[in-house]
C-alpha cells in the first residue's frame, strides 16, 4: 500500500491567491512527521515545512501551513498568496519513528504536484 | 554555509562502466542517505547510513554500493553501469533521533547510454 499519496498530479492557481496540494498518508507508527518539500525546475529539494504527530496546532512557515487532519491521515499544504516563483513540483513526505529492519528513519515521498502559478 | 554538497553535478556513462558519486555534508549530522528519482516519481532511497561505520539497504539498492568514508562524507558507487540507472541522485543527511528533516544536496544527472 501506498504510504503517501498525492493525487493530484497537476495544478494551476492564480497569482496572488491560495492554493490546497492534498496529501494523505498510511502509518500504524503513532510518532511520525510529515514533511512538504519544492522542487523547482533547478532540481534543488527545498523544505518547506514540517509537522509532528503529536504537535496540537498546524505548522505555519511564512505562505505555508499545513493542515493537519490526524484522523483523517491528511496532511495538506496551503500556500497563501501565491507568486509566480512558487511554481515548482511539491513533495510531501513521511518520516516514522519505528525503526524496522534498520531503516533509520527514511523519508518517504508522495509521487508529488506540478503547481503552475499563472500571472 | 556548504550543507550537502555532490559531485559532480552531471555524468554520462556507457553501459558498463562504473563510477562513484560523492557526497559530503558539514553539518555534523550522523545519518546520510542516498536516493534516486525517475521522471515523475518522488525519491526513493537507494543505501542509507545510519552513523558513521555502518551502512544498510533502503528500497532499491541492486546495482549500488555505498561507503561511509568518515562522518563527513558518503559515497555512491555503481560498479557496472546499467541504462536503468539513468536517473538523478540526491544525498541528504540528517542528525540522528528525532524525525526533524533531512536536508537535501544539489543532486547529481546521471545517464547510462
Known amino acids: 500500500a501506498q504510504k503517501i499519496t498525492q493525487t493530484q498530479p497537476g495544478m494551476f492557481v492564480q497569482e496572488k491567491e491560495a492554493v490546497t496540494l492534498d496529501c494523505t498518508y498510511d502509518t500504524s507508527d503513532p510518532s511520525y512527521g510529515l514533511f512538504w518539500y519544492k522542487q523547482p525546475s533547478s532540481g534543488e529539494m527545498i523544505f518547506l515545512i514540517y509537522q509532528g504527530s503529536y504537535d496540537q496546532q498546524n505548522a505555519t512557515e511564512g505562505r505555508y501551513s499545513l493542515n493537519f487532519q490526524k484522523a483523517r491521515k491528511s496532511a495538506n499544504l496551503v500556500i497563501s498568496a501565491s507568486q509566480l516563483g512558487d511554481s515548482a513540483m511539491y513533495f510531501c513526505a513521511m518520516r516514522e519513528a519505528q525503526i524496522s529492519s534498520g531503516s533509520a528513519r527514511q523519508l518517504t515521498f508522495g509521487s508529488g504536484t506540478q503547481l503552475t502559478v499563472l500571472p | 554555509n556548504a550543507g550537502v554538497t555532490q559531485t559532480p553535478k552531471f555524468q554520462v556513462l556507457k553501459t558498463g562502466q562504473s563510477m562513484t558519486l560523492q557526497c559530503a555534508q558539514d553539518m555534523n549530522h550522523n545519518s546520510m542517505y542516498w536516493y534516486r528519482q525517475d521522471p515523475g516519481m518522488g525519491l526513493r532511497l537507494i543505501y542509507y547510513?545510519?552513523?558513521?561505520?555502518?551502512?544498510d539497504k533502503g528500497e532499491v539498492p541492486n546495482g549500488y554500493n555505498v561507503s561511509r568514508l568518515n562522518k563527513r562524507e558518503f559515497s555512491l558507487r555503481l560498479e557496472s553501469a546499467a541504462p536503468s540507472q539513468t536517473s538523478v541522485y540526491f544525498c541528504a543527511s540528517s542528525t540522528s533521533g528525532g524525525l526533524r528533516t533531512q536536508y537535501f544536496g544539489p543532486g547529481t544527472r546521471l545517464t547510462v547510454l
Open positions: 547510513s545510519a552513523s558513521e561505520g555502518t551502512t
